[in-house]
């Protein structure tokens, strides 16, 4: 709603309430249109302010009317009838005016914003563009350059650049537009709504102002109605059903149990350690960061502070919240509330700090570990209370990456799980609780898009062809070119550990009773592991050996192994390409959410589209295969098993059968459809 009243003399105050942002929900757009009405019959008013309650002016619309008929007064007339009137109307903001907000004091007359007020159109997150006349008057007030990198990004403006005068069009402004929709063309990988963004603000700066309104709406209409608005909708409200923190069994706890950490200590100082430091230390947690390596330790300390320097600058933190002390010896982690073990992953050695930690902490010290995929309950086993072990799956880099996977071991209790989860959402961090078995949710996906990866270069593909197909799809980097950035020998030693790299009973590419190729861990046996050795599956150079390059090497590898192996090269489409890599991981996530390893749907699509550069406006893995189609992906898996049955992931999940049988509901409702398979003991 919004409340009426008279200042002493002859202003009117108009005063939007809806907590917690004041969002421009039906109610309040009425609220608005009443009290304009009922400041403009005043005679004894002059002049009009508008503010928000409780310090926030107005966090924009309420996205919850999207999903049905939009009720109340439509915001566009609205916005026109407030700066049509003729008395003065000026928006008063602090807090917050993002989105339609912002464009309701876009529409005032004046507008007076405290100088840490947040003000932006982030609507192209949520796949469409500022369609109450943003598109039209910020370019106006601020200048088209400006309001260019604002409204295709959605980042924050800076309230002292808003203006009561028109801003004119720069020199040239055609060749700046197309050199802007190329570039916005190439960050966007294929998202439509930064594209029509551009559109609209070449209407502002070629069109007469009645004519880009008229612009701007068919622009927003067409994405109001696309498939891609609705999946980062979707992604945005996934965020917020993961917070929940459920189990992925079904079970979920009070967050009063969580602690709240103050002090914590951090073992190994590799990359993920240092970024684990550094997150930690901006939260304002006292950390004691430990590395028995002396070399190791030199070079973390020299690091760690610049890190954490550079990160509160960005995040505009004049000094670094919390204290980090460094160690080389694990005596000095006695005194923490917290141990985040992010040893190398290699579960000998991760069971030896933790056999060492239960004889060093006290005995309520909660004792995490970083780990991406090892069995948390065997690190559990060798504690004294194997109920306060959990895995805390970071991403590198681990103070930058939104993911944190919270691993629940079978004896985890919800005390400790409630503590990570809540620590995770301090750091600023989307925090998904899973389950413990290999890979837990991320990485067992991942594991079965690499391998079809593999299978498609043995079958004739380049890395070339299968990366572009990828990154056409709207993946940052393809899976060859990711791989090379990570380096080709991480997964060689974690294959190593699992026994599959050894010579198979049936062939040399067989493994396990299962296909298996042993492409990657020839490529590193050859030396070639990616950027570090500026050589992988491209070879590399430019500033930084950076610039991955077509290695003739690598085609001559391929040629001469099929060769060998009496295979016949064949020519594979970016279609088959894009079911083979995406439908294996899907598939496993049908999987992984029959077994209750994940809680629900929005669980995988958030690990992936924060964790692994799954394009948001596919809205994740799962959200995906309901666009397509579960009858569709149900007839490709179909399709892949039949030409390949040595590949036992392309054989159709169990649950996505159930699922396609039921009637192929909305993603929204496998949740419901699993716990009621699960009650009845069907699957």
């Known amino acids: 709603m919004a409340t009426y009243s008279r200042l002493p003399g002859s202003v009117a105050l108009i005063t939007l309430q809806n907590p917690p942002v004041n969002a421009l929900s039906a109610a309040v757009r009425q609220g608005i249109v009443d009290t304009v009405q009922r400041a403009l019959k005043d005679p004894k008013v002059t002049s009009v302010v508008i503010c928000g309650q409780n310090g926030k002016f107005c966090g924009g619309a309420d ?6 008929p939009m009720l109340g007064p439509p915001l566009v007339p609205m916005i026109h009838a407030i700066e049509a009137v003729d008395k003065p109307v000026a928006a008063a903001i602090e807090g917050v005016a993002l989105g339609g907000g912002l464009e309701l004091a876009l529409g005032c007359h004046y507008r007076i914003a405290h100088s840490k007020a947040l003000l932006g159109l982030p609507e192209v997150t949520l796949g469409l563009l500022p369609g109450a006349g943003g598109t039209q008057r910020l370019p106006r007030l601020i200048g088209l350059t400006a309001a260019l990198d604002l409204i295709t990004t959605g980042q924050p403006l800076d309230p002292r650049r808003l203006s009561t005068l028109p801003c004119p ?53 067409t994405l109001f109605n696309s498939g891609q608005a609705r999946a980062l909708q979707y992604a945005f409200f996934s965020q917020r059903v993961v917070g929940k923190w459920s189990l992925p069994s079904g079970a979920s706890w009070d967050n009063s149990t969580a602690r709240t950490i103050s002090k914590a200590a951090v073992i190994g100082l590799g990359t993920m350690g240092r970024g684990i ?52 010896n694990l005596q000095d982690v006695s005194e923490v509330e917290l141990v985040i073990e992010a040893v190398f992953e290699d579960m000998s050695l991760k069971l030896q700090v933790f056999r060492h930690l239960t004889s060093v902490c006290r005995p309520g010290t909660l004792l995490g570990s970083n780990t991406s995929g090892l069995d948390i309950d065997q690190l559990a086993a060798v504690t004294q209370n194997p109920g306060l072990v959990v895995g805390m799956h970071f991403f590198a880099p681990a103070h930058v990456m939104k993911l944190l996977e919270v691993v629940c071991g079978p004896r985890s209790s919800p005390e400790a799980v409630a503590t990570a989860m ?136 391929l040629e001469t192994y099929r060769a060998e192996h009496g295979l016949v090269a064949r020519s594979i489409a970016p279609e088959e390409i894009l079911e083979r890599c995406l439908y ?61 049955p040595d590949v036992p992931h392309l054989k159709p999940s169990t649950l996505l059968r159930r699922l396609v049988a039921a009637g192929s509901p909305p993603v929204q409702k496998w949740r419901e459809f699993i716990n009621k398979e699960r009650v009845h003991s069907q699957l």
């Open 169 to 221: 069009c720069p020199p040239d402004v055609d060749s700046l537009l197309d050199k802007v929709m190329a570039k916005v063309r190439q960050r966007s990988r294929g998202a439509l709504a930064p594209v029509a963004c551009v559109q609209a603000l070449r209407a502002a700066a070629s069109l007469p102002y009645t004519q880009g309104m008229e612009k701007e709406r068919d622009l927003m209409t």
């Open 63 to 68: 996205i919850r009317e999207f999903a049905g």
């Open 277 to 328: 430091v550094v997150a930690l230390a901006l939260t304002g947690i006292s950390v004691v960061a430990v590395e028995t390596q002396e070399k190791q330790l030199a070079e973390a300390s020299q690091a760690v502070p610049a890190m954490l320097q550079r990160e509160a600058g960005r995040r505009g933190l004049a000094t670094p919240p919390g204290v980090i002390s460094f160690s080389s």
């Open 584 to 644: 294996a991981l899907i598939n496993e996530g049908f999987n992984i959410l029959q077994d209750a390893t994940a809680a629900g749907p929005e669980d995988i699509d958030a690990i992936y589209v924060f964790g692994y550069g799954w394009p948001r406006h596919h809205g994740g893995p799962m959200f995906h295969a309901g666009q397509v189609g579960l009858g569709r992906i149900l007839e490709r898996l179909h399709h892949h098993h039949h030409n390949h």
């Open 422 to 557: 809540q620590l995770g959402k301090r750091m600023g961090k989307v925090s998904v609780a899973v389950g413990n078995c290999p890979g837990f949710v991320g990485n067992r996906m991942l594991k079965l898009y690499l391998e079809q990866a593999n299978f498609l270069l043995e079958e004739g593909a380049t890395p070339q062809q299968v990366d572009e197909a990828l990154e056409e799809f709207g993946f940052p980097m393809g899976v060859f070119r990711m791989s090379d950035l990570s380096g080709l020998d991480v997964g060689w030693r974690i294959r190593k550990e699992a026994g599959l790299t050894w010579p198979g009973v049936e062939s040399t590419r067989t493994r396990q009773g299962r296909r298996y190729s042993p492409l990657p861990d020839q490529m590193c046996e050859a030396g070639r592991l990616g950027q570090k050795t500026g050589k992988g599956w491209y070879q590399y150079d430019g500033p930084g050996g950076r610039v991955a390059r077509s290695d003739p090497w690598v085609h001559i590898f």
